[in-house]
């Protein structure tokens, strides 16, 4: 009885996880897949699909290998090519499900501005900035963002556009999506993990009673 009792509640518990969390496909966020051309950068221009996943827009981006240290893996991107360029994916979303989008900021140290200004969002786009004084090449500086948004349909798409009207743009790599689990299902797991507590405790100490009955 307490075998199916604790099948029960692990069954109960998976199913009030996210299932957003596996339903978001979501791909490439650091820049590592697809048919870079260059050592050093590459020119991607609007409408190519040379980045996996990954659409460009605007005027073009830097997709960058070892030209500067990247924050993870070997590649990154300016988001200004020859001008303002973006990148935007579109991924499976849940409608009502919170995703939080976390991402890596630095900026090309080549030329100005020093402020890197670029908007990013999902749906609705909000203004963001990097400060580039002091960095360089070997020291980039790069530095963590996130944000939250809910969902509003199936899909989802996230977009990454230049402000800075110069070819030294905002730089971007590590970009991740992932589900927030709502309060409610946070309780069900720690109700959960307590529950399978409690059982093995009265297990223990039921196979202790035995053992000095014995």
């Known amino acids: 009885m307490r075998t199916h009792f604790v099948v029960a509640l692990l069954a109960a518990t998976a199913a009030v996880l996210p299932a957003s969390s596996q339903a978001a496909v979501f791909t490439n966020g650091s820049f590592e897949q697809g048919t870079f051309g260059g050592a050093s950068f590459e020119v991607v221009s609007a409408g190519s699909s040379a980045i996996s996943g990954w ?97 509003s349909g199936p899909t989802s798409t996230l977009s990454f556009f230049s402000t800075t009207g110069t070819a030294y743009g905002a730089a971007l790599d590590n970009v991740s999506v992932t589900a927030v689990p709502e309060a409610s299902t946070w309780a069900m797991m720690i109700l959960g993990f307590l529950g399978l507590g409690f059982f093995g405790y009265r297990k223990s100490k039921a196979s202790g009673s035995a053992l000095r009955m014995a």
């Open 55 to 151: 659409t460009v827009g605007g005027n073009s981006v830097d997709w960058i290998g070892s030209y500067w240290n990247p924050q993870d893996g070997n590649r990154s991107i300016d988001l200004s090519g020859n001008g303002n360029g973006s990148l935007s994916q579109t991924f499976d979303t849940i409608s009502g499900q919170t995703y939080q989008v976390t991402f890596y900021v630095a900026g090309n140290p080549d030329g100005g501005p020093t402020i890197k200004t670029f908007d990013r969002g999902v749906d609705v786009l909000f203004s963001d900035s990097f400060n580039n004084a002091g960095f360089g090449l070997n020291t980039m500086g790069w530095t963590l963002h996130s944000f939250d948004f809910i969902a």
